[in-house]
Every structure is written in structure tokens, then in C-alpha cells.
């Protein structure tokens, strides 16, 4: 049986960003890690990338240099599974591909104690198709790092159909000893964060086509309180994300709302890595920079699509974004994908800058009054169509004046 007692050694398999810092994750709270990629030289790229994070840290006398040594010295590397072979706990962080994934469980479920935990660090995947290559799928779920992964408070805990109890219980616990604000979520696309993020993705996309430019949406949702904007946000994760999956998988050109993205791509312009995606960035700044060119190009996609431009208020972007995040809430509620509106809160305050002093996107709709809430959606679907379909918990809940966080 999984305890937290019994989490000794773990095994991180990925030397890219992400493995990265969850490897520092452990580290930083004393367990040992062996660091599996099957290419060294990414290992040892890694490893120095971490001593220069702590040489930082010393700089800045966060800890002495006796410190950084010894949490260096807690990594050991290798490029074969069977140096796995005595883990407790095992976090799989390469790139989003299913087959790789699967085949990465596979040798894992081979080269591993029978008792240790076995976790992926996918962001969308489906934990039970991945769970699917092992013979031990009690012991598989999802471990949902937040990038950076060293410095950002969220973890979400992804409960497969076969996780048992208590690895889940086992996992919220190292969650919580590694400094993480663990939240349990069910095994759905994005499960909580990222399926609501792309609702709120969306409408922040459509309100550009029709009308409003990224830097008027960033700063209104920025002065509704958010730490960042949408559109500063893909410059920061990497514009070329999505418009290299969209290739791979041979639809490049996508709908309409990332037409503006591909742009972008095409010219270079792939975010705060390059100097330039929907800002502009100086040279070893960090700091957004309004791009008047975005703003023209931003128009010609909307022409190019057929939309007809309108003057469109900050009041209508935060409503539309901010709800829509409240409606697919409501939503992974109704499903179980959630085990309580605080906990849907939690993901948002601490993974994706929602502002705490406003509690949550569940919280903020409470405060608002859930019947007005109700009235402004079904406002905005008589106008805008499906996509404004009201959850059932939302209707229930408004029309028997209750609400969705605790008193």
C-alpha cells in the first residue's frame, strides 16, 4: 500500500524545461532523484542549468553555497530505465505525444518496482490511455506541474478510473511537502485548469476578430486584476506552440481565431524566446512592449475572416473571459471533475494569476449574484449562440438563490 512515509527516492524522466524544474521541486525538499533522458548531453546541460539557478539563489542569499552543493549532489543521471529500477515515485515529463508517452509507461512498468508510483505530467492527455500501457494502472496518475515548475504553486493531482485511494492520497501529501497547492482533479481534456483556460482563450480570440486589439483585451483583464494577460501569456509559454501541433497534425491553417498566431509563427515572431510574438521585447527584457504592427495585422486577419469590427468596451472583454471560465466551472461540477468550487478556485489563483483578493472565478460569480451571472450568459448566448449554453449547476444553483463556494 502507497504511504507518503514511503516516498524515499524519485525517478524524473525528461531533461527538457519542464523535467527540469520538477526535478528541483524534489531536490529543494530533500529527496534524491535520478534523472533518466536518453540524451546525455541533455542531462548534463540540465544539471549545469540547475547549479546556475542556485548560484542565483546564493547571489541572492536565499541559501549558502554549502546548500546549493547539496541539493546538486541529491541528482544522479542516467540514460537507462533499469537505474530506475528501485524508485518509490516516478514523474514522466517529456513532450505532449500519446505513442511516447505509452511506450515511455511501458518500459517503466518493466524496469520498476511493482509498488511505485507511476505519474505523468501531461497537460491534456488522457491518464487512462496512458495507464493502458502498464500492468498496474492503480498506480498511475497524472501530476500536473505548472511551468516553471520550481517557482509556480499548482500541482493538479489527476485521478485515473483505476488510482487507487491511496496513491492519490500518497501524491497530495508529497504534493504538499514539496511546497505545492495540490488539488485533486478528474481525468477530462485539460482536466480543471486547462479545459477552463481555453474557454477563456477563446473569447479573449473572438473579441481580437471582432473588434478589440491584444493589448486592449490584455489590459483590461490585467486591470480586472489578472497577473497576466492572454495574449502576454503566449508570448511568455511560446507562441509556436500550438501552431507546431497544429502542423503535426496537418491543420495548419486552423480556424480563424489562430490566423493572427500563424502570422506570427511565419515572420519569427514566437514570443518573449525570439524578441518579438504579439510584443515586442528588448534585448535580455522580459517586459511587454505594445506593437502597433500586431494591432494592423490583428485587423487584417478580422477582415480576411469576414468579421466586421466594432468598438468594444474593457467591461465586455472581462464579462465575456471571466465567464466563460465561470460557465466551464459550473460545468466540470456538474461532470465530478472537481470536487468542490474552492478547489476550482485554488487551480485559478495559484496556477493561472487570477487575483486572490477576488477569491476565484467561483467565488468572484458568488459575488456577483449567480442570478445576474445566469442572465448575462443566457444575454450572450441569445447573441452569440452554443457556446453560451448555461451549465446545470449554474441554472440550478441561481434560480434557487444559492451559490457555489461555502459562506
Known sequence: ??????????????AGTMGRGIVMNFINAGYPVTWLDVNGEMLDKGVDEIRNVYKRSVAQQRFDEAEAKARVDRVSTTQDYNDLNDMDLVVEAVYENMDLKKKIFGDLDKAVKQDAILATNTSYLDIDE???ATQRPSQVLGLHFFSPAHIMKLLEVVRGKATAQDVMDTCLAVGKKIGKEAVLAGNCHGFIG?????KYSRQARLLMLEGATPWQIDTALQGFGMAMGPYRMYDVVGVDLGWRSRQLAGVGRGEPVVWLDNKLCEMGRFGQKSGHGFYK???????????????????????????????IGDEEIVERCILALVNEGARILDEG?????????????????????RGGPMAYADSLGLDKVLAKIREFESDQGDFWKPAAGLVKRAEAGERFTKA
Open 337 to 357: 471533475f472537481a470536487e468542490s468550487a474552492e478547489d476550482i478556485d485554488r487551480v485559478y489563483r495559484f496556477g493561472y494569476g487570477f487575483p486572490a483578493e
Open 281 to 311: 521585447y528588448e534585448p535580455g527584457s522580459r517586459q511587454a512592449i505594445h506593437d502597433p504592427e500586431t494591432d494592423m495585422m490583428a485587423r487584417e486577419v478580422a477582415e480576411e475572416a469576414g468579421y466586421t469590427q466594432r468598438d
Open 130 to 132: 496512458i495507464a493502458s
Open 1 to 14: 500500500m502507497a504511504s507518503f512515509e514511503n516516498i524515499k527516492h524519485v525517478g524524473v524522466i525528461g
Open 194 to 198: 486547462n479545459r477552463m483556460l481555453e
